[in-house]
């Protein structure tokens, strides 16, 4: 697409069960695309050593965050161990006008609360091969104690009986493969006509100069 | 995606101004992609040296071409030059139910009434970078008339002005970022989840096995 052409950003919502691969494939993608960002979100929680405000997080007060919550100014947010996360839709309309495309890595309850509030954005699940992968990955962490692993594989199918409302499926078998394919989404929904309406006006403007 | 899911197949329906380099974009497009195919229309016209039935068309006589309109089998249908020119509905059907990805080249009218008789379709609009290079390239083909070249012209303002209804829109400026884009556009529909419903079923099949 043309540049000075001012395409509608994007937002790209990504979920995805544990273990299927989502960090690693966003991180990939954000590497790829250097004008992709990862969408910050706001949280009460403690800001942890190394972590920077407006980069890691938008660190604000239980106070604020409510007030963000009461004045509908959040597109999704819950509530993790006590803390609250929340995705600021000033923040999703703000990047949309001024063209930046987005990507949020977001747990599918966060996702459907998206869709309802940000219905223009673009919802990519990502799926293990197979849940027995799935396991096996999982056990493959050596990280998580059998009763953490067993909720995790029964939430995966949860997810997985109710993702069909998402408008891509991206299949985590080949890592290299199903990052060309998340590439793929991200090129072909910029090129979505719905967001480039002022490209065709630019040819006719064009023409009567 | 997985190949065992029973993906659907996918129209891509791709359309420009003569001159925007839609015949060479798709031939590269169908090089890459060896599982999709050209789509074939029916024809009333006479088989020319070289052509092949079913290949190059499915050449049909008039009264089958006709039976086949009144019917309402054609999901578009033009005369050009006196001769009828058809896409099968069934074709297109039986494509999707088999997976089979078909791409067709055709001109706006012929993909605004696609649009209403095949909406699962995919509609990709390609533009010259803008009409001063579309003019450049119409008079450097060197086989054209003036008034040929000037009615191209005023044939591509009227289809870009008309374009806003594609799905995308591709800008042929650099012929291999515009094939990436095209072949973006193709990946990322097939990974559409409605597309892939099949997909979804398949692990919680698995899982009760």
């Not at 695309?33 to 407006?54: C, V």
């Not at 703000?94 to 990507?103: K, V, Y």
């Amino acid at each position: 697409m043309s540049k000075s052409a001012g395409r509608e950003g994007v937002l790209f919502v990504v979920s995805a069960p544990s273990g299927a691969g989502k960090t690693s494939l966003c991180r990939e993608l954000i590497d790829r695309f250097s004008d992709l960002r990862q969408s910050i979100s706001f949280t009460t929680r403690q800001k942890r050593y190394g972590e920077q405000d407006s980069v890691d997080y938008h660190f604000v007060s239980q106070p604020v965050f409510q007030g963000m919550v009461d004045e509908g100014q959040l597109a999704e947010w819950a509530e993790v161990h006590g803390n609250m996360y929340g995705t600021s839709l000033e923040v999703l309309r703000q990047g949309a006008a001024e063209g930046i495309d987005l990507l949020l890595d977001i747990d599918c309850q966060g996702a459907a609360q998206l869709k309802k509030n940000y219905r223009q954005g673009v919802f990519i699940f990502i799926l293990p091969p197979d849940l027995q992968e799935l396991e096996k990955r999982l056990r493959g962490r050596d990280t998580d104690s059998e009763e953490v692993i067993r909720r995790r594989l029964q939430n995966a199918e949860q997810e997985i009986s109710q993702a069909g409302w998402y408008d891509y499926l991206v299949v985590n078998d080949d890592f290299q493969i199903a990052l060309e394919q998340l590439s793929a989404i991200v090129t072909a929904e910029r090129n979505r006509a719905s967001r480039n309406k002022a490209l065709l006006d630019s040819f006719l403007a064009m023409e009567n100069e």
